[in-house]
DNA sequence: CGGGTTCTTGATTTGTTTCAATCGATGTGG
DNA sequence: CCACATCGATTGAAACAAATCAAGAACCCG
């Protein structure tokens, strides 16, 4: 069954695509793509745009119940926290990609955006009927979760076996392969953003800020990497840092 | 649409269903659950129960691109493998769950038995047909990624913030939540058997077995915990290994 | 330019690992 | 039935990696 609207006369014009929409990561390759133009207004009647500066929380926590949050742009910190101060991000998440998925119970971690961050709105309950009744949606939102599942197994092994020096160097690498939008990852010597603090960057890898700052001098001074500044770095030997990464 | 068997003239017996499967968890609570008689006998025909001593490695790795297994008794480990024999189990599956799932990219994780394990092979392919004509079953299987999504991110703040004590006292309460195939953690007193060998515990908690030892004997010094034996133990004091596991 | 924040670097402490030995259970063969 | 080997678990002592404590240095923004 291709997408189409249901109940329309072939005469009548169908109001248009929310502009919002159509240029959107998840409509371009996200859940909103698998959308029909009808289900695609259903959802967007009740969606509020909105921009988020660095450090502030996304979905605050008194709607949280019911809100969830597509990722338009930026990236956000999923994390989790303990006793003391202690925090541990789980996901880094970047467009397109939905926080406070569908379905998920209720859970205690919280998404602050990193970078400055576009999301998009929406009603949980009302992606959860759409699932419900758009197979092609969930299959969607199931991939989507398994990629996470997959990301966070993989973190798992760096912070249950790995050195500082291999968690830094795996997050340089982690960061080169998904620095932007695109598939490929950054080619040797090319600048990458950081969008995590150093501060982030050690709740990410499960290590203090002064750890993550002496590994990237030190692979800075073996010539690995370069730093031109605190969010910013390149990668000067990929050879090197992927053996730093332990890679296997 | 209710499940119900397709092109069948009412008066024509249908086939009665696989003995094995009307007992088996996966389709009291799990995704076999969901099919039609008609699917669910197909899947069936080329299904194959097996059983797997401790240690052994479930899915051989030469045919392991086109199958999966359905847990149908016993504790499997999933684990990832590093360089210098290190390793890190990634997640603990029982019975009603599907390892190996469907549209998971085909990763590096090992599933090992941790006890005497019973599986049900599956062609992945036929599970993710099925997927796709039954709607019920593919959110069965996303609810089930979503699942292990949420044990994979607890675990992840764990290993990337917990002391040694945090840790084992965590997997002690997680152990007692999911003793068996009930829903109630087990009472104050009563005995929990332990699936894992100590080894399996520092593997999971990313300890190693001598910490892992060391704990359990401070525990059990603290009067939080007995420990009748190696692969036995029970909560004497539950708020005492609440605190030690920093329940925030 | 000043004040705050983030990052870096150094010195010291601490928790966990590593290395090594012992204990206890289980099983085997003389 | 009792040495004896084996394997997992425990305990101790030493080494080490990362955390903590403590200054500085670099950077940003008003």
Redesign the pocket.
């Known amino acids: 069954m291709p997408p189409s609207d249901t109940f329309r006369l072939s005469g009548e014009p169908a109001p248009p695509l929310p502009r919002h929409c159509t240029s959107c990561l998840s409509y371009e390759r996200g859940a909103c793509g698998v959308l029909t133009p009808d289900q695609l207004r259903r959802l967007a009647a009740t969606a509020l745009r909105r921009r988020f500066p660095p ?1 502030s929380q996304i979905l605050p926590p008194t709607r949280a119940e019911d809100l969830c949050a597509s990722l338009v742009s930026g990236v956000a910190k999923l994390s989790c926290h303990l006793e003391g101060g202690r925090q541990q991000i789980v996901a880094l998440a970047t467009a397109p990609s939905i926080v406070a998925a569908p379905f998920a119970d209720r859970d205690d971690t919280r998404a602050v955006a990193a970078t400055e961050v576009d999301v998009c709105l929406l009603r949980r309950s009302t992606l959860e009927d759409l699932a419900r009744e758009n197979h092609a949606l969930e299959h969607e939102l199931h991939e989507s979760s398994l990629a996470d599942l997959r990301d966070a197994r993989e973190l798992l092994v760096t912070l249950g076996r ?6 830094v160097a795996w997050f340089l690498l982690f960061m080169r392969q998904r620095h932007c939008r695109t598939e490929e990852p950054a080619p040797e010597g090319s600048v990458i953003e ?1 969008p ?7 709740d990410f890898l ?13 692979l ?2 073996e010539g690995a990497i370069t ?5 910013r770095f390149s990668v000067r030997d990929l050879r090197q840092l992927e053996a730093a990464a332990g890679r296997a």
């Open positions: 450090g790995k050195s500082a020096r291999e968690r950081l995590l603090s150093r501060g982030d960057i050690a499960g290590l203090t800020i002064e750890t993550v700052s002496r590994q990237f001098s030190q800075k001074n730093v031109p500044d605190g969010r």
